[in-house]
């Protein structure tokens, strides 16, 4: 019913920059949160950042200032803009959805793939 692809992962430098999107597709009636979450080796998902449907956002403290989050409502697409990536950025990151498939329906959370962010040092 619902899909999330995502783009953008890849490897970069330390210092560089990367931007990934995540597009949602399917019987959406409307979208609430929108947001990147990121899973490192060995450790728990964690949220990076997240837009609300009136352009709310927040953060995670360790990318303030570096990462933006950017999301069209019109398209159903939520970007996240990486700046001066550090190695320990590095880890798998998912795009998150929590949305209605109908308007009394209830709020759904939908989870991308995952695209693979590598910073070398």
């Known amino acids: 019913q619902v899909q999330l692809v995502e783009s953008g992962g890849g490897l970069v430098q330390a210092g560089g920059s990367l931007r990934l999107s995540c597009a949602a597709s399917?019987?959406?009636?409307?979208?609430?949160?929108m947001g990147w979450y990121r899973q490192a080796a060995g450790r728990g998902r964690e949220l990076v950042a997240r837009?609300?449907?009136?352009?709310?956002?927040n953060y995670v403290d360790s990318v303030k200032d570096r990462f933006t989050i950017y999301r069209d409502n019109a398209k159903n697409t939520v970007d996240l803009q990486m700046n001066r990536l550090k190695p320990e950025d590095t880890a798998v990151y998912y795009c998150?959805?929590?949305?209605?498939?109908?308007?009394?329906?209830?709020?759904?959370?939908?989870w991308g793939q995952g695209t693979q962010v590598t910073v070398s040092s």
């Open positions: 399917g019987n959406i009636f409307s979208i609430n949160l």
């Open positions: 837009i609300t449907s009136d352009g709310s956002t």
């Open positions: 998150n959805v929590i949305l209605k498939l109908a308007r009394w329906g209830t709020q759904r959370n939908y």
